[in-house]
């Protein structure tokens, strides 16, 4: 195991100006996204209070995320914390619906993505609305209850992407988040379930609706590649249901309305359901030791 201070010198070239020192403490910051050690216990956040978690806070002054922890004991990787590696493979199974970039993280039985019935999130709500998973990474990387933390790519339908997370007796669920970008607020999430030393597991992913924006079908209010990057993507609160529940799917609500060069899509005309609608999963999650 390495000594605090040679892991200051790992790490000191990518966050020199991020490196703090206290009586007894060894203090370093460390990139949680790419999670090259974690810190074993006992971390002190900057007002000196302990906090039995390898993120005591988050320091955004820098363009790279990183956590800043102080602790009594040296660090570890997480193999060595009591953590075992496993593959994430994310299927799209939709027709002409991509998902975004998706937020993975491992976490305890404290976190909860959503409830269904319940009001989304700010970060899980950029992702349904936006695809833009920024904001929910921050806010993931800055709780206590969270583990490791990664962004994967998009998936082009009829596509896998797979990607790799650490679970551990500590963080043992896994959550994820990721829009259907051909609709104003659809997306699809693992929401808490336990793969800890399981070998594999797999879960069926429905479309759920985020229910912080109306289902209007515009392009003017939808990011996917469906619409024209000059369309816009504003947001429409009037008529959103205000909580999260299953998805209905497109119905072409504006079929023989008129409308406007920026609310058709980029093909010309509106949504139609023969092109975009799904009747089941939209996403296949495998999980298996890698």
Request: aromatic share 10%; with cysteine.
């Amino acid at each position: 195991m390495q000594s605090a201070a040679g892991i200051i010198a790992l790490v000191g070239a990518v966050a020199a100006s991020s490196t703090y020192e206290y009586p007894q403490y060894s203090c370093v910051s460390v990139d949680k996204r790419a999670d090259d050690y974690w810190c074993n216990k006992n971390c002190l956040d900057l007002d000196g209070n302990f906090n039995d978690h390898p993120a005591c806070f988050i320091d955004y002054s820098e363009k790279s995320v990183h956590t800043v922890c102080q602790c009594e004991m040296d660090y570890k990787t997480p193999k060595e914390y009591g953590g075992e590696e496993y593959v994430v493979k994310i299927t799209n199974l939709a027709f002409n619906q991509p998902l975004s970039r998706p937020v993975v993280f491992a976490h305890n039985e404290h976190k909860q993505l959503f409830k269904f019935n319940g009001v989304a999130g700010k970060g899980l709500r950029i992702v349904a609305e936006d695809g833009n998973p920024d904001v929910l990474e921050k806010e993931v990387l800055n709780d206590k209850n969270v583990g490791q933390v990664v962004v994967a790519d998009g998936i082009p339908p009829r596509q896998s992407v797979t990607t790799k997370i650490y679970l551990s007796k500590d963080f043992p669920f896994l959550s994820l988040a990721s829009m259907a970008i051909n609709t104003n607020d659809c997306f699809v999430a693992v929401n808490g379930e336990y793969a800890y030393n399981h070998k594999y597991s797999r879960y069926g992913l429905p479309g759920l609706d985020a229910g912080t924006e109306a289902n209007n079908e515009l392009c003017t209010h939808i990011p996917g590649p469906a619409c024209t990057p000059e369309s816009g993507n504003q947001r429409d609160m009037d008529g959103a249901e205000g909580f999260i529940h299953v998805h209905r799917g497109i119905h072409g609500v504006n079929v023989g309305e008129y409308l406007s060069e920026s609310e058709q899509r980029a093909a010309g005309g509106p949504f139609q359901p023969k092109f975009y609608d799904w009747r089941n999963n939209m996403a296949l999650i495998e999980v298996y030791k890698a």
